[in-house]
């Protein structure tokens, strides 16, 4: 079958296309039905099958006769440093690290936290988690303590797992002040920490509460895998939303197996064996998805690479690792092909690897832009394919369904919805757009299964940010439209949430920290165009009355200010102190029209502007930094 008539299939039958796609997942008990409907658009995929992710993950493969086949290849450039662990060495350390766990109270239903950089134990501490049927949230490295430190306090974890230090090039980044820091911080305390002592850096220990990795899983004996319900969260992943408050996504266990199982042949093109290689991180959804979970579900080897697209050591090291392992499809974020790009524009970096085994380069995680694209096809003579998807959603709304049917490549567009989501562009009174009228873009529920059934402890919170404005539907937060043919363009988010690096990140939450400035009376952060990043954030700040101190002074502790409370992550460099902010005479700040005379594009002055003059005085403090040129 191609594309149009699977998803005909999963249209005309949508529990039993699900049901049918449930079979490749080994269920302890199978599940009787697929959709259960709570009532006000909330839904539950394969509630009542009874299952374990770490079983379908690692020990079936290890049953079935792939016990030497290697799961996880390692491969630093940071550290010079690579290591093959197969499926039965990650079963071995898995249900070690399991019963270390599960000696000190992990049991099914704690939550831990993984704080850790892009080491095989990371997904080691996840799959582990997944075992006992305890409920993991990664946390993203880049993240300073204050961030850490509300997710302690939201996801209340037992225990956190994290290494000693993670690797940035030329810098050591101590996990071990961040996370001290953040647990004084929070107002809820972990039971104990288990840290990972890494030879780059070894960290002191805190008597009574930190546990040695090493040590806890030679005297450990192994747990063995626990099933639980389908509908049994498989772990939380914090997500920037509209405030400071990130969003806990929750991700269902069957649902999740099934999806993401689903999408490795369908969408990646990959049989159990190849090796796949997802260039992110284990901190954010695709790391979750692509790095962890997918491949292995599906039986192929997975690459954890600890190093950059450029500098470890140079523009080629993504063509090394695909001509080393035999990377069959490979998946990074675009911003990570203009790095190559901008340093290899000719690629005579790709010339000099063998990149034969290669298919397909699939690019997300924010909106990739023809000249990448274009680049990425010609230097590899490769199909680049672009595919739309989020954190709440866990694996793609709009791709090219390579392994089911390739479809024409319309560069700028991500291609057609998946099977399970039925993708609506809808005006702001919730109606229908023509083909070509932009929009919203909303996804008629229910959703299918793997995508978010709710929030970590704030079902209101979900039910208001993504079910209530189009009643009927989900909310992407996205804005766009569709062609004729079906294919979906991605133009824009439709809230406060940027685009940094293909990092997801909240202009709401950047504008608490600066608020809290002492001398900050008000402030406002916008994205800016940025070249290489996709976006790139700046702040605004208004001072108190009587602030008589440098301006310069104000601004670099508001860059300081940023970088220590959310992270080096948020990449805030540039803050500027303005007399006046431009509002609506209701006295909304006009944002996206900053934006605008940032990026030196035009605008329509905004008929409820209160005072023009303001954009003026913006112009000229961004002219200062090089921005909004004419
Ligand atoms: N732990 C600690 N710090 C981290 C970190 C981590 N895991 N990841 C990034 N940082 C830091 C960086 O060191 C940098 O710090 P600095 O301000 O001291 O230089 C800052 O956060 C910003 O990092 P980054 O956005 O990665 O920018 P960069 O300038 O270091 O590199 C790219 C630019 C394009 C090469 C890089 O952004 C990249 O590889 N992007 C790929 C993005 C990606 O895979 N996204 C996943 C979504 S699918
Ligand atoms: P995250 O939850 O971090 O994966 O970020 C999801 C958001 O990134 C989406 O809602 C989009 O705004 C953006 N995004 C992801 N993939 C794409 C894509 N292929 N094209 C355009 N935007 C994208």
């Given at each position: 079958?191609?594309?149009?008539?699977?998803?005909?299939?999963?249209?005309?039958?949508?529990?039993?296309?699900?049901?049918?796609?449930?079979?490749?997942?080994?269920?302890?008990?199978?599940?009787?039905?697929?959709?259960?409907?709570?009532?006000?658009?909330?839904?539950?995929?394969?509630?009542?099958?009874?299952?374990?992710?770490?079983?379908?993950?690692?020990?079936?493969?290890?049953?079935?006769?792939?016990?030497?086949?290697?799961?996880?290849?390692?491969?630093?450039?940071?550290?010079?440093?690579?290591?093959?662990?197969?499926?039965?060495?990650?079963?071995?350390?898995?249900?070690?690290?399991?019963?270390?766990?599960?000696?000190?109270?992990?049991?099914?239903?704690?939550?831990?936290?993984?704080?850790?950089?892009?080491?095989?134990?990371?997904?080691?501490?996840?799959?582990?988690?997944?075992?006992?049927?305890?409920?993991?949230?990664?946390?993203?490295?880049?993240?300073?303590?204050?961030?850490?430190?509300?997710?302690?306090?939201?996801?209340?974890?037992?225990?956190?797992?994290?290494?000693?230090?993670?690797?940035?090039?030329?810098?050591?980044?101590?996990?071990?002040?961040?996370?001290?820091?953040?647990?004084?911080?929070?107002?809820?305390?972990?039971?104990?920490?288990?840290?990972?002592?890494?030879?780059?850096?070894?960290?002191?220990?805190?008597?009574?509460?930190?546990?040695?990795?090493?040590?806890?899983?030679?005297?450990?004996?192994?747990?063995?895998?626990?099933?639980?319900?389908?509908?049994?969260?498989?772990?939380?992943?914090?997500?920037?939303?509209?405030?400071g408050a990130p969003k806990g996504v929750v991700r269902p266990t069957g649902g999740h197996l099934v999806a993401l199982?689903?999408?490795?042949?369908?969408?990646?093109?990959?049989?159990?064996?190849?090796?796949?290689?997802?260039?992110?991180?284990?901190?954010?959804?695709?790391?979750?998805?692509?790095?962890?979970?997918?491949?292995?579900?599906?039986?192929?080897?997975?690459?954890?690479?600890?190093?950059?697209?450029?500098?470890?050591?140079?523009?080629?090291?993504?063509?090394?690792?695909?001509?080393?392992?035999?990377?069959?499809?490979?998946?990074?974020?675009?911003?990570?092909?203009?790095?190559?790009?901008?340093?290899?524009?000719?690629?005579?970096?790709?010339?000099?690897?063998?990149?034969?085994?290669?298919?397909?380069?699939?690019?997300?995680?924010?909106?990739?832009?023809?000249?990448?694209?274009?680049?990425?096809?010609?230097?590899?003579?490769?199909?680049?394919?672009?595919?739309?998807?989020?954190?709440?959603?866990?694996?793609?709304?709009?791709?090219?369904?390579?392994?089911?049917?390739?479809?024409?490549?319309?560069?700028?567009?991500?291609?057609?919805?998946?099977?399970?989501?039925?993708?609506?562009?809808?005006?702001?009174?919730?109606?229908?757009?023509?083909?070509?009228?932009?929009?919203?873009?909303?996804?008629?529920?229910?959703?299918?299964?793997?995508?978010?059934?709710?929030?970590?402890?704030?079902?209101?919170?979900?039910?208001?940010?993504?079910?209530?404005?189009?009643?009927?539907?989900?909310?992407?937060?996205?804005?766009?439209?569709?062609?004729?043919?079906?294919?979906?363009?991605?133009?824009?988010?439709?809230?406060?949430?940027?685009?940094?690096?293909?990092?997801?990140?909240?202009?709401?939450?950047?504008?608490?920290?600066?608020?809290?400035?002492?001398?900050?009376?008000?402030?406002?952060?916008?994205?800016?165009?940025?070249?290489?990043?996709?976006?790139?954030?700046?702040?605004?700040?208004?001072?108190?009355?009587?602030?008589?101190?440098?301006?310069?002074?104000?601004?670099?502790?508001?860059?300081?200010?940023?970088?220590?409370?959310?992270?080096?992550?948020?990449?805030?460099?540039?803050?500027?102190?303005?007399?006046?902010?431009?509002?609506?005479?209701?006295?909304?700040?006009?944002?996206?029209?900053?934006?605008?005379?940032?990026?030196?594009?035009?605008?329509?002055?905004?008929?409820?502007?209160?005072?023009?003059?303001?954009?003026?005085?913006?112009?000229?403090?961004?002219?200062?930094?090089?921005?909004?040129?004419?």
């Open positions: 079958m191609g594309y149009r008539e699977t998803y005909e299939s999963w249209q005309n039958d949508p529990e039993g296309f699900w049901m049918e796609e449930a079979k490749a997942i080994d269920w302890a008990v199978p599940p009787t039905k697929a959709l259960t409907d709570h009532g006000d658009n909330l839904f539950e995929w394969f509630a009542d099958g009874m299952v374990n992710t770490c079983y379908n993950a690692v020990d079936r493969h290890v049953e079935q006769g792939r016990g030497d086949q290697v799961a996880i290849i390692h491969d630093s450039p940071i550290t010079g440093t690579k290591e093959k662990i197969t499926y039965a060495e990650l079963q071995r350390r898995v249900a070690f690290l399991a019963g270390a766990l599960a000696e000190r109270g992990i049991r099914k239903g704690e939550t831990v936290i993984i704080y850790m950089p892009m080491v095989p134990e990371a997904l080691e501490a996840m799959l582990a988690c997944a075992r006992l049927g305890a409920i993991h949230s990664v946390v993203f490295g880049g993240f300073a303590a204050h961030e850490l430190a509300v997710r302690i306090d939201d996801c209340k974890p037992r225990a956190i797992i994290a290494a000693s230090c993670g690797l940035e090039p030329g810098r050591t980044v101590e996990y071990k002040p961040l996370l001290d820091g953040a647990i004084e911080q929070s107002a809820h305390k972990p039971e104990f920490c288990m840290i990972l002592q890494r030879e780059q850096h070894r960290c002191d220990m805190i008597e009574g509460r930190d546990v040695d990795w090493h040590e806890a899983q030679k005297e450990a004996k192994p747990a063995p895998y626990v099933p639980v319900e389908g509908n049994w969260p498989a772990y939380i992943l914090y997500t920037s939303g509209t405030t199982n689903w999408t490795m042949k369908n969408i990646y093109n990959v049989d159990p064996g190849d090796v796949f290689w997802a260039a992110s991180d284990v901190g954010w959804v695709v790391g979750h998805s692509y790095i962890c979970y997918a491949p292995l579900i599906h039986g192929n080897t997975t690459i954890v690479f600890e190093g950059k697209p450029i500098g470890t050591p140079d523009a080629g090291t993504f063509w090394r690792v695909i001509e080393e392992h035999n990377v069959r499809s490979f998946f990074t974020a675009p911003t990570a092909i203009r790095a190559v790009k901008r340093e290899d524009p000719k690629g005579e970096f790709v010339k000099k690897y063998d990149l034969s085994g290669l298919r397909a380069l699939y690019l997300a995680g924010e909106r990739a832009d023809p000249d990448t694209i274009v680049w990425a096809q010609e230097m590899l003579g490769k199909p680049v394919y672009d595919h739309w998807w989020q954190t709440e959603t866990g694996w793609t709304i709009a791709g090219n369904p390579a392994g089911l049917e390739a479809l024409p490549v319309k560069i700028g567009s991500p291609t057609v919805p998946m099977p399970g989501y039925e993708v609506h562009i809808l005006d702001e009174a919730g109606h229908p757009q023509k083909p070509g009228e932009l929009g919203a873009i909303a996804v008629k529920l229910p959703l299918p299964p793997g995508t978010l059934p709710t929030l970590w402890n704030a079902t209101e919170r979900f039910v208001k940010s993504y079910l209530t404005t189009f009643p009927g539907y989900y909310e992407t937060g996205d804005a766009g439209m569709m062609d004729e043919d079906g294919y979906l363009y991605i133009m824009a988010r439709t809230d406060d949430v940027i685009n940094v690096a293909g990092h997801r990140l909240s202009t709401g939450a950047m504008e608490e920290v600066l608020a809290g400035h002492p001398d900050v009376a008000e402030c406002a952060v916008i994205g800016v165009s940025d070249a290489l990043k996709g976006q790139s954030p700046i702040g605004f700040v208004c001072l108190s009355k009587g602030v008589n101190r440098p301006h310069e002074e104000i601004e670099k502790e508001c860059v300081q200010r940023i970088r220590d409370q959310i992270g080096p992550v948020a990449a805030f460099k540039k803050a500027l102190v303005v007399d006046r902010l431009p509002k609506t005479r209701s006295g909304k700040i006009l944002r996206a029209t900053m934006v605008k005379i940032a990026d030196g594009d035009p605008f329509k002055m905004p008929a409820t502007i209160d005072d023009p003059a303001i954009l003026d005085e913006i112009k000229t403090a961004l002219q200062r930094i090089g921005y909004a040129q004419d």
